[in-house]
T-cell receptor
Framework: DVKVTQSSRYLVKRTGEKVFLECVQD?????MFWYRQDPGLGLRLIYF???????EKGDIPEGYSVSREKKERFSLILESASTNQTSMYLC????????????FGNGTRLTVT | GNSVTQMEGPVTLSEEAFLTINCTYT??????LFWYVQYPGEGLQLLLK?????DKGSNKGFEATYRKETTSFHLEKGSVQVSDSAVYFC????????????FGTGTKLQVIP
């Protein structure tokens, strides 16, 4: 079974802090994704990566950056956290095929105060 | 751009009732279609998928048929159980390009005994 592990289940940070969300997958997947999930808005893609050191902006990249130095790890960085970034963050990975499903981690609930 | 529209929730059903959750999509071309389920406190997991027109995906008693003519992929189950209570997401993905995934906003299902 594919396992996608997000480093924190709950996180509380202060406005202006730099925040790192870590995600690791164990199935050698080419593609990795970061989404945020908000009530009534569903899942919105922040960034995705189709290979090591490669990244593409998703639909809402403002205020975020990412890093993928190794194939199994994809990090989401909030350069200066703001209260409107309070959300559930979901990491996912998949094989590099359009028919391949995404495999999700259990999410990180981030609260910015 | 691509989009997925799901029926508004929440949907409340009695145990053993018939379930339909509507999903329609807008896309240029012929994507693969997916249903994901999110149980409380967890990430999303694949429920079923279909990769071409007239394909039927099925899993755990759930079914959905890829209808190209109506650009739809409605989720059905003949007899729901309390354990089916969750949020259901319809999604599409293309084979070309960077294989981004587009999700609907989700439909919450509550099954009461």
């Amino acid at each position: 079974d594919v396992k996608v592990t997000q480093s924190s289940r709950y996180l509380v940070k202060r406005t202006g802090e730099k925040v790192f969300l870590e995600c690791v997958q164990d199935m050698d997947h080419e593609n990795m994704f970061w989404y945020r999930q908000d009530p009534g808005l569903g899942l919105r893609l922040i960034y995705f990566s189709y290979d090591v050191k490669m990244k593409e902006k998703g639909d809402i990249p403002e205020g975020y950056s990412v890093s993928r130095e190794k194939k199994e790890r994809f990090s989401l960085i909030l350069e200066s956290a703001s209260t409107n970034q309070t959300s559930m963050y979901l990491c996912a990975s998949s094989l590099g095929q359009g028919t391949a499903p995404l495999h999700f981690g259990n999410g990180t609930r981030l609260t910015v105060t | 751009g691509n989009s997925v529209t799901q029926m508004e929730g929440p949907v409340t059903l009695s145990e053993e009732a018939f379930l339909t959750i509507n999903c329609t999509y807008t896309a240029t071309g012929y994507p693969s279609l997916f249903w994901y389920v999110q149980y409380p406190g967890e990430g999303l997991q694949l429920l079923l998928k279909a990769t071409k027109a007239d394909d039927k995906g099925s899993n755990k008693g759930f079914e959905a048929t890829y209808r190209k003519e109506t650009t739809s992929f409605h989720l059905e189950k003949g007899s729901v159980q309390v354990s089916d209570s969750a949020v259901y997401f319809c999604a599409l993905r293309f084979s070309g390009g960077y294989q981004k995934v587009t999700f609907g906003t989700g439909t919450k299902l509550q099954v009461i005994p």
